[in-house]
């Protein structure tokens, strides 16, 4: 049973940085994911941040772009996403995301939610100015 599971975040101050983790497990036959990170506030959809191919290609969102940084673990699945300069409009709950796949990915922005199979339960990030 494939398990997805968040850790790191928490409460900073405006311009600080947090770094979230998410590890992957319970499919070793799997050798190639999509991963990626999605965060939601209540009231509104939840949204692709970052994806990270299995080829090693990473899309962000345009308003993360230069203040988050994804990187993988080169010998296990985790994932981690590296946040500077975080503001209020960060504030969010941040969710992880894998699908099995080998695709690459073109588009200029994270692909959808639906494209993934598992996820976490979320890890909460609170920005105060």
């Known amino acids: 049973q494939v398990q997805v599971k968040e850790f790191g975040g928490g409460s900073v101050e405006a311009g600080g940085s947090l770094r979230l983790s998410c590890v992957v497990s319970g499919a070793p036959w799997e050798r190639y994911w999509l991963l990626s990170w999605f965060r939601q506030v209540p009231g509104k959809e939840r949204e692709g941040v970052a994806v990270?191919?299995?080829?090693?290609?990473?899309v962000y969102k345009h308003s993360v772009k230069g203040r988050f940084a994804v990187s993988k673990d080169s010998t296990e699945n985790i994932l981690h996403l590296h946040m500077n300069n975080l503001q209020p409009e960060d504030s969010a709950m941040y969710y992880c995301?894998?699908?099995?796949?080998?695709?690459?990915?073109?588009?200029?922005?994270?692909?959808?939610?639906?494209?993934?199979?598992?996820w976490g339960e979320g890890t909460e990030v609170s920005v105060s100015s």
């Open positions: 995301a894998a699908e099995p796949s080998r695709a690459t990915m073109t588009a200029a922005t994270p692909p959808p939610e639906r494209l993934f199979k598992y």
């Open positions: 990270l191919t299995a080829d090693g290609h990473i």
